[in-house]
């Protein structure tokens, strides 16, 4: 069986007596990509500073391509590239001069393909760093990890930043990688890019893995929030299958469905909408639905791990 | 029907308590609360190493010039010297304790505060406006020029702290019977050793308006201070010159006479360049953009990769600029060092107890090498201060998460720290060798005498203290990186201090033991004691290993 690209067995980072990972333990297989979700605080950064080596753990041990992060991470290094969320490069290079120096110290740099990137992302390599935005400043981390063609791409919310044009070829770059065989680990708060390259998911809560699946494993994380405006009385919905959370205030209906929505359309079929509207929940709403139980990070400690 | 489930979303949010009251953070409080609480503690801090030294010559004059006639010995044989003049200042009044301690602290004082103030003010005002936190605090209900103004006055406050510690201990020593200058005197020169931080805050303030990086900005300011300087000096070694004294900063510092012939009407430029300075960065911080400079930088480069290949390279781009201004300023004092070092030593001789103390250190050497002997420890100094600020630049690397991007490559990080310290110390080892070959070419020029090798092991003499600094500077920097700079400054001015203090008389050898500078021969005034130059050089490197291996070890830390 080939050797996992990253595997975590029991990491724990502990600050000041306070969990920011507790035993963490996950696998990305060779090819896979794996969506890490969780929200601001939940030990993302945390997670992928250790898989880096830049943090040491608590306890526990990670591993990439079965180099040890922290005894072995220079062998590791060789196998990855990470693209963090926030930038802080060196104000006095250019873009150029910043690719071409981490392109030398990667060592495997492709520069047909970083030619390629450059066009893809409509950036400028002549200017100096410390006149790029911050999309532009992302979009010379991203390029700068995509173009040594790493085995294993570590990318903590690599759309920060980006307008939505380049948060498309942002993903059809992580797909075109996925297609050659590279690993990816995608680290974000945003459920739709998760959805959108992902084959499994892994969800953060307080520091703890709450959740580990494919996408149609966790299918249950995935309901509508309902919102309906009725000119006359607003219909009874709680007992039609897969309803939950009815909310009623006056004229106006609220709630969620899990599953098919068809049961709940023909209930309000018969009664005059007036007008209907229907979204995804937000990460907010899902983890406050499924995993509120679990949401006990005292305040304290979510204000101690700074890095998330 | 009503509500089934989830009544709270429906019912109204019962505000806590401190959200709905009014209690409101005034905008001026702000940035004000922020620069002032940074200022205060570092002018604090150089108001009482400033006191201190001050106090510490005075004692020193008391102790080395006991009678009248010795005195009076001294400020004949010193008052005449153009070249002792362009390196210290004129001797004014040495026969007395107020002219002899003006002479021998406020220049070096005034020069020191000058940097110190335009470090400070780059920090505060470019440096919070690379580092993103002036944005986010304009986005609240204030002004730029607002911000500014309460910068200004946050600066104010630590000119204010560095003035008050002067001038309480130095008025305390001024209470000492041998001593005895009036309280009005001592805040008289308080207010002359803080009128060159007053005036250089303002132009690292204003520098700040000029240019969009804070390196920039605290570079062009140094060059007005290295400018001003040299007006000074020139205006000081002739006398056809003295009318530029009243172009230069340090000239109008002179001018004001502390301790001797108070004369404060050359306050008067001091004040009216400041207000100009002050004006135009108020005026400036509001008409440029946010993340700008004046003077406008070309967006575009062309790329210049040659030194981009490793972290050395990269190290070496980064800081080889900054590395060579302190090799070339070390290299220049060194020039300025051999080039008055004969009419020196020819006014020295004037004066019997000097000269005895002088030949105390050196020997049979003679008082060309003696006065060259005690002059090195100066070249030693500004070589620990090099070493201090590779230290500091090196930490900055990883408080600004800069480092991550290169050890989240195959690059071990024992590699990027030791190719950042190996960089440090050639600078080093370049300083001090250049000092002591430019140095004997101003002797060389003044017909002076002394040997090139011997003015050459007098500057890789001072080698060894910067490599010893450099060793515990990365002990520091691994043990508690957030403390690393201040350490590291730490043990330079406790060195100094203990040094200064070692010239009053004698001390106890274990505190003797504590400043680096003792463990440095006075050379050329005496020959190099090169076993001990080498422990230095072997605790520096133990030290560096030690640094090395726990900074292996260890989370990185930001700022």
Redesign the interface.
């Given at each position: 069986m080939a050797v996992a690209a990253i595997e975590t067995v029991g990491l724990t980072k502990t600050y000041a007596g306070i969990d920011a990972i507790a035993e963490l333990g996950i696998e990305v297989h060779q090819g896979e990509i794996l969506g890490f979700l969780g929200p601001n605080g939940a030990g993302k950064t945390t997670t992928i500073r250790l898989l880096l080596g830049l943090i040491r753990p608590t306890s526990g041990t990670s591993s990439i391509f079965g180099f040890d992060s922290q005894r072995q991470a220079v062998d590791a290094h060789r196998r990855l590239a990470y693209v963090p969320g926030e930038s802080s490069l060196w104000p006095g290079l250019t873009g150029e001069e910043t690719l071409h120096l981490l392109g030398r110290l990667h060592g495997t740099l492709d520069a047909a393909y970083r030619d390629e990137l450059v066009e893809r992302f409509a950036f400028e390599p002549t200017r100096k760093v410390r006149t790029y935005s911050k999309g532009n400043r992302q979009k010379l981390v991203l390029i700068a990890a995509l173009m040594v063609r790493p085995d294993l791409l570590i990318l903590d919310e690599p759309t920060s930043g980006l307008d939505p044009l380049m948060e498309q070829e942002f993903r059809r770059c992580v797909l075109e990688a996925k297609e050659r065989g590279q690993s990816v680990f995608l680290s974000s708060h945003m459920l739709s890019e998760v959805e959108a390259l992902c084959d499994r998911v892994g969800i953060l809560n307080a520091g703890r893995l709450v959740d580990m699946g494919t996408l149609s494993e966790m299918r249950h994380l995935s309901s509508l929030t309902i919102q309906a405006t009725f000119e006359g009385t607003v219909p009874d919905v709680t007992r039609v299958p897969g309803v939950s959370s009815v909310v009623v205030d006056g004229h106006l209906l609220q709630c969620q469905v899990h599953g098919p929505v068809e049961p709940l359309l023909k209930v309000l079929a018969n009664a005059s909408v007036h007008e209907l509207l229907s979204r995804e929940p937000s990460l907010e709403e899902l983890f406050l639905a499924h995993y509120g139980a679990l949401s006990t990070r005292p305040a304290a400690s979510t204000a101690a791990i700074d890095a998330d | 029907?009503?509500?089934?489930?989830?009544p709270a979303?429906?019912a109204h949010m019962e505000c806590p308590r401190e959200l709905t009251s009014t209690r409101r953070v005034l905008p001026f409080g702000v940035v004000l609360a922020r620069t002032s609480r940074q200022a205060l503690r570092s002018g604090a801090m150089w108001g009482l190493i400033f006191g201190i030294y001050t106090a510490l010559q005075a004692v020193a004059y008391t102790l080395t010039y006991k009678t009248k006639a010795e005195r009076l010995a001294l400020a004949k044989s010193l008052s005449s010297s153009g070249g002792l003049s362009a390196l210290t200042g004129p001797a004014r009044d040495l026969q007395t304790v107020g002219g002899y301690t003006a002479w021998k602290s406020l220049g070096l004082l005034s020069v020191i505060g000058a940097i110190w103030a335009l470090l400070l003010a780059t920090k505060l005002f470019r440096g919070e406006e690379?580092a993103g936190r002036t944005e986010v605090l304009l986005a609240g209900p204030t002004t730029r020029r607002a911000a500014t103004v309460q910068t200004l006055v946050g600066l104010l406050v630590g000119l204010v702290a560095l003035f008050a510690c002067t001038s309480v201990l130095v008025a305390l020593i001024g209470r000492a019977r041998d001593v005895h200058w009036a309280p009005s005197a001592s805040l008289f020169y308080a207010l002359c050793v803080s009128s060159g931080a007053v005036l250089f805050m303002a132009v690292g303030a204003f520098t700040s308006q000029l240019v969009?990086?804070r390196?920039k900005a605290a570079a062009y300011a140094g060059a007005a201070v290295g400018i001003a300087y040299v007006v000074r000096m020139v205006s000081d070694a002739s006398a056809g010159a003295t009318w530029m004294h009243w172009i230069t900063p340090f000239g109008w510092i002179e001018e004001l006479g502390a301790f001797t012939s108070p004369s404060p009407t050359a306050l008067l430029p001091l004040a009216g360049a400041t207000s100009l300075l002050v004006a135009a960065t108020i005026w400036l911080s509001g008409a440029r953009d946010l993340g700008a400079g004046v003077l406008r930088?070309r967006?575009?480069?062309?790329?210049?990769?040659a030194l981009?290949?490793?972290?050395v390279g990269?190290a070496a781009?980064?800081t080889g600029p900054t590395i060579t201004v302190w090799v070339a300023g070390i290299s220049a004092f060194g020039l300025l060092l051999g080039g008055v070092a004969n009419v020196a030593a020819k006014s020295l001789e004037a004066s019997p107890s000097v000269r005895a103390a002088l030949a105390r250190l050196g020997g049979h050497a003679g008082l060309v090498k003696s006065y060259l002997g005690v002059s090195f420890l100066t070249v030693t100094l500004l070589v620990m201060l090099l070493a201090a600020s590779q230290v500091t630049a090196a930490r900055r690397e990883e408080a600004?998460?800069?480092v991550?991007?290169?050890?989240?490559?195959?690059?071990?990080?024992a590699r990027w720290m030791l190719s950042r310290l190996a960089l440090g110390a050639v600078a080093v080892v370049l300083a001090g060798t250049l000092a002591g070959v430019f140095a004997w070419l101003g002797s060389v020029s003044q017909h002076a005498h002394v040997g090139f090798f011997d003015l050459l092991e007098a500057g890789i003499n001072a080698v060894p203290a910067g490599l010893f600094l450099l060793g515990i500077g990365a002990l520091a920097w691994s043990l508690t990186p957030r403390h690393a700079t201040a350490c590291v400054y730490a043990a330079l001015v406790w060195s100094f201090l203990v040094e200064v203090l070692a010239g009053i008389g004698h001390q106890s050898h274990w505190l003797l033991d504590t400043s680096i500078f003792h463990h440095i021969a006075p050379a050329p005034a005496v020959s190099p004691q090169w076993v001990g130059a080498l422990a230095l050089v072997g605790l520096g490197a133990l030290a560096t290993a030690l640094g090395v291996a726990r900074f292996s070890?260890?989370?990185?830390a930001g700022s």
């Open positions: - | 029907m009503a509500a089934t489930s989830a979303a429906t690379d969009a990086s390196r930088e967006a575009d480069a062309r790329a210049h990769t981009l290949g490793g972290p990269l781009r980064l600004t998460g800069r991550e991007h290169l050890l989240v490559q195959p690059v071990a990080r070890r260890r989370d990185l």
